[in-house]
Structures are given as structure tokens and as C-alpha cells.
Nanobody, 115 residues
Framework: QVQLVESGGGLVQPGGSLRLSCLVS????????MRWYRQAPGKQREIVAM???????NYADSVKGRFTISRDNAKNTVSLQMNSLKPEDTAVYYC?????????WGQGTQVTVSS
């Protein structure tokens, strides 16, 4: 079974930075597309970043230029570096992997951007 564990969330001030990590077991991240989603209270879950097996990354317009998705194959870990954080980035962030027809999710990690 595929399991994902997110970490690195917390409280930061606007303009600050956080680095989220997603430790994956049960599949090799090098062979699967990896995604980060987020969901704010009362809002739909939205994709914020995607990294394919070839190393190409895509971002939501709202985070482009501020967030960077990357992988460490040796650690089987996917990261999301978040810079220049804004209050509207406040959400629970989820790591996701699609392996075949099965979509697997982590438990989420809370990111709060506030003064």
C-alpha cells in the first residue's frame, strides 16, 4: 500500500517561507507523478503544484514564481518550498500520488500565514 506523510507546516508571517515535505512509502516517486494540493476552510481542494516523472513542474497561477516542487529520489521524498507567503495561502496542504488508477493522499499539514 502507498502511504504519504506530510510535515513542515506551521505559522508564518506574510512574506515568510516554509518548506513542506512528503515522505512516500509503497511506491517510488521517481516513477509517478507527484502533486501538492491545498484546501482552505469552506473552499474546494485545489492543485497547487505537480511534478511529472520527467522532472517537469507545473503550478497554479496563484503560486507560480513563489512555490517550487522538487523530489529527492534517494529519500523518496517530495518537497514544496513556499516563499513570499500570503494570507490567502493559508490552508491544509496535501501530498498526492497517482499510481495506476489509485490516488493516494497524505493526512495533510496546516499552513497558516498571519501577522
Amino acid at each position: 500500500q502507498v502511504q504519504l506523510v506530510e510535515s513542515g507546516g506551521g505559522l508564518v508571517q506574510p512574506g515568510g517561507s516554509l518548506r513542506l515535505s512528503c515522505l512516500v512509502s509503497g511506491t517510488l516517486i521517481s516513477r509517478n507523478d507527484m502533486r501538492w494540493y491545498r484546501q482552505a476552510p469552506g473552499k474546494q481542494r485545489e492543485i497547487v503544484a505537480m511534478l511529472d516523472t520527467g522532472g517537469s513542474a507545473n503550478y497554479a497561477d496563484s503560486v507560480k514564481g513563489r512555490f517550487t516542487i522538487s523530489r529527492d529520489n534517494a529519500k523518496n521524498t517530495v518537497s514544496l518550498q513556499m516563499n513570499s507567503l500570503k494570507p490567502e495561502d493559508t490552508a491544509v496542504y496535501y501530498c498526492n500520488v497517482l499510481r495506476g488508477l489509485i490516488s493516494s493522499w497524505g493526512q495533510g499539514t496546516q499552513v497558516t500565514v498571519s501577522s
